[in-house]
């Protein structure tokens, strides 16, 4: 709908040292709509989500962004604008939705500088003002990243930008709570713990969601534990081709369940090689107090970067993007994985 809002960039591929090409912004490449997954009943909130946001709306946010990020390419906005515009679709589906980028929450921050825009738009797509979380690191709520991961995964088509836009995704496992519950099976004590009922009485399609998102983590918990090994599940076979991530998302959810000391080396095997190779690369030149075992992706691969590089600068972010006292080697951005 803003697409020619948006100008394609020709820079070359940026690529980290080993040699692996780091996603790149391009509006040209982000999915039509939000990139819902087929069989996922959002569409008319999608396009409700887009109605609620005029033009000019947008373009006097792009043109504050940018102000304030003057290295911002339009095509860096128009993916970061795209994903925040997933998490606005996601408060509408989850009872807690964290905010665990802090280069996407920058733009929320400035929406809120709009403040009659910004009313209006909560009023018009969520019934009420969709009320600012701050930022939080993975490493405060790893739980409820897994959480927030597994379920994007199940909605949404992932652009070739989204792992860079999140710092990547998988990389810390769901809770046992969560995971024994799930097992258990109880789903009117699942939706009421983790999902928006509300919204769900508001809109009929926002309750067809989460029957399909419990439904389906309760089969992939219980086979999960039914299931010496992710292959013997046979999700491979039938999670393919467009749906690959959400083979990824069943992955996590098996080593959370088998094998939770060692999930990084289990997920690792499945991840996509450029991630795993730049969590690597990134591993070696943080400093030993700044990283933890699972490193930024492809995005922050210790080789510096574009504006949206920045947002974490030499220092981690903490609660509403402040800095902390630890931080990786300048050239990288901490991202969601430093230690405390």
Known sequence: MFRFLFRKSSKTPRRNRLG???????????????GLLPGIPLERIAAKLDSALPIDFIERLQYRVKSENPQMTDDEF????????????????????????????????????????????????????????PEREPKQMPGERAWFDWVYA???????????????????????????????????????????????????????????????????????????SLEETGWRDSLVGPTSMVYLASAMMFFSVNDTENYASGINDYLPENQVDTDKDRQSSCSSSGCGSFGSDGS??????SSGD?????SCSSDSGSSSGSSCSSSSSCGSSCSS
């Not at 692996?20 to 939000?34: F, K, M, N, T």
Request: proline share 4%.
């Open 78 to 133: 128009a993916c970061k604008w795209f994903e925040l515009k997933r998490f606005f679709l996601m408060n509408l589906v989850l009872k807690r939705t964290p905010m665990f980028s802090n280069e996407i929450d920058d733009i929320w921050h400035e929406m809120l500088m709009f403040t009659r825009e910004y009313q209006r738009f909560g009023d018009q797509f969520a019934g009420g003002v969709i009320h600012h979380s």
């Open 310 to 314: 920045q947002g974490g600068g030499s």
């Open 300 to 305: 922050n691969g210790g080789d510096g970067g």
């Open 154 to 228: 199940h909605l949404f088509e992932f652009a070739p930008a989204s792992t860079r836009c999140w710092n990547g995704f998988f990389r810390n496992p769901l809770d046992k709570d969560r995971t024994d519950l799930l097992r258990i099976g109880n789903e009117d004590e699942i939706a009421e713990l983790w999902f928006d009922m509300e919204q769900a009485k508001r809109y009929p399609e926002v309750a067809e969601t989460i029957r399909l998102l419990i439904a389906q983590a309760i089969e992939e918990a219980r086979q999960s534990a039914n299931s010496r």
């Open 20 to 34: 692996r090409s780091i996603p790149s912004y391009r509006a040209s490449e982000l999915p039509q709509g939000l």
